[in-house]
């Protein structure tokens, strides 16, 4: 595992203990941390995908962030995040192909724009970083 995504991990942890969520790293492919869960009576796993800084979009475009996860990633909550501005956005995996902008029989491409100048795609789906906040 290289350092930026232990870094992404670690990060997740640290805002999961801050809410009061212990959480544990896992051994499964496709999981990095298991939360025990009791109103679910079972274990959460999450997938964690991580960015250092924005990038531009097609190499020479407006800034972006950009994760892809495999339709077929046994998690139950995904965290994408930006190491940059240390933040982080959960998604519930089984939500994610409502939400992310582009997707295929082998994963989803999930997108955000942290320029506010970025126009407003024509299908709806959020491409701001701020509109995913919620």
Same mark, same amino acid.
């Given at each position: 595992?290289?350092?930026? %995504?232990?870094?992404?991990?670690? @990060?997740? $942890?640290?805002?999961?203990? #801050?809410?009061?969520?212990? *959480?544990?790293?896992? &051994?499964?492919?496709?999981?990095?941390?298991?939360?025990?869960?009791?109103?679910?009576?079972?274990?959460?796993?999450?997938?964690?995908?991580?960015?250092?800084?924005?990038?531009? %979009?097609?190499?020479?475009?407006? @800034?972006? $962030?950009?994760?892809?996860? #495999?339709?077929?990633?046994? *998690?139950?909550?995904? &965290?994408?995040?930006?190491?940059?501005?240390?933040?982080?956005?959960?998604?519930?995996?089984?939500?994610?192909?409502?939400?992310?902008?582009?997707?295929?029989?082998?994963?989803?491409?999930?997108?955000?724009?942290?320029?506010?100048?970025?126009?407003?795609?024509?299908?709806?789906?959020?491409?701001?970083?701020?509109?995913?906040?919620?």
């Amino acid at each position: 595992m290289n350092q930026i %995504s232990q870094s992404g991990i670690l @990060l997740v $942890q640290s805002k999961l203990r #801050t809410a009061g969520v212990k *959480s544990f790293p896992s &051994a499964r492919p496709g999981v990095d941390l298991k939360a025990p869960s009791e109103s679910l009576g079972r274990e959460i796993k999450i997938k964690v995908t991580t960015n250092l800084r924005p990038k531009p %979009s097609g190499g020479k475009g407006r @800034l972006h $962030q950009g994760w892809r996860v #495999t339709t077929t990633c046994p *998690s139950d909550l995904v &965290a994408f995040v930006d190491l940059e501005t240390s933040r982080v956005w959960f998604i519930r995996m089984k939500e994610l192909p409502d939400i992310a902008q582009q997707h295929s029989a082998r994963g989803y491409h999930l997108f955000m724009s942290v320029d506010p100048e970025q126009p407003t795609r024509a299908d709806r789906r959020p491409v701001h970083d701020y509109r995913f906040e919620q």
